[in-house]
T-cell receptor, first 117, second 115 residues
Framework: GAGVSQSPSNKVTEKGKDVELRCDPI?????LYWYRQSLGQGLEFLIY????????KSGLPSDRFSAERTGGSVSTLTIQRTQQEDSAVYLC???????????????FGDGTRLSIL | AQKITQTQPGMFVQEKEAVTLDCTYD???????LFWYKQPSSGEMIFLIY??????QNATEGRYSLNFQKARKSANLVISASQLGDSAMYFC????????????FGSGTKLNVKP
């Protein structure tokens, strides 16, 4: 479809392992966002990318978290040496950017449910 | 600093009645956008309605309307004629100010519609 695509939809891994989560935004959307949502909680901002600008990493909780966006499209969120508190749903969103698109919402993927054993 | 406040962690409403979900925001800028999203138990985030800070009319989308009171910095969501399928988490969000690529989300309100 034409929506935001995230993979995998579920990921179970052992504590201490590294994980990579993928996000494929809507074509033409220059802004891409990663959020974390713990069970029953709100959205915790992690990072966002805007075109070729330096990403806003202000929400990353520790240096174990990193993200990249290649070619202005697909993004990968990497968590190294996973801890049990990293268990959550990781949501990716994309949007059109800029003032002229200020009425445009974020479009979300279905998320990756990450479980750390 | 917290930008969006949703003070109702949980709400109940009788089917077919109207319900108002509160949202207040904090900004000194004049240009910003306000959004409401619905998140059912299945987890997807569904965009419901948008209100621009310069819009003079309250936004409406079907059974959803936004009670925008700029001086009070509130953007409450009104759902008319509640349906069982409206049971979900509802998030208020603000785009901008200063950076139109930054979104700020509230902590959400869980709405339960009773038959």
């Amino acid at each position: 479809g034409a929506g935001v695509s995230q993979s995998p939809s579920n990921k179970v891994t052992e504590k201490g392992k590294d994980v990579e989560l993928r996000c494929d935004p809507i074509s033409g959307h220059t802004a891409l966002y990663w959020y974390r949502q713990s069970l029953g909680q709100g959205l915790e901002f992690l990072i966002y990318f805007q075109g070729n600008s330096a990403p806003d990493k202000s929400g990353l909780p520790s240096d174990r978290f990193s993200a990249e966006r290649t070619g202005g499209s697909v993004s990968t969120l990497t968590i190294q040496r996973t801890q049990q508190e990293d268990s959550a749903v990781y949501l990716c969103a994309s949007s059109l950017s800029g003032v002229v698109n200020s009425n445009q919402p974020q479009h979300f993927g279905d998320g990756t449910r990450l479980s750390i054993l | 600093a917290q930008k969006i406040t949703q003070t109702q962690p949980g709400m109940f409403v009788q089917e077919k009645e109207a319900v108002t979900l509160d949202c207040t925001y904090d900004t000194s800028d004049q240009s910003y956008g306000l959004f409401w999203y619905k998140q059912p138990s299945s987890g997807e985030m569904i965009f419901l309605i948008y209100q621009g800070s310069y819009d003079e009319q309250n936004a409406t989308e079907g059974r959803y309307s936004l009670n925008f009171q700029k001086a009070r910095k509130s953007a409450n969501l009104v759902i008319s004629a509640s349906q069982l399928g409206d049971s979900a988490m509802y998030f208020c969000a603000m785009r901008g100010p200063y950076n139109f690529n930054k979104f700020y989300f509230g902590s959400g309100t869980k709405l339960n519609v009773k038959p």
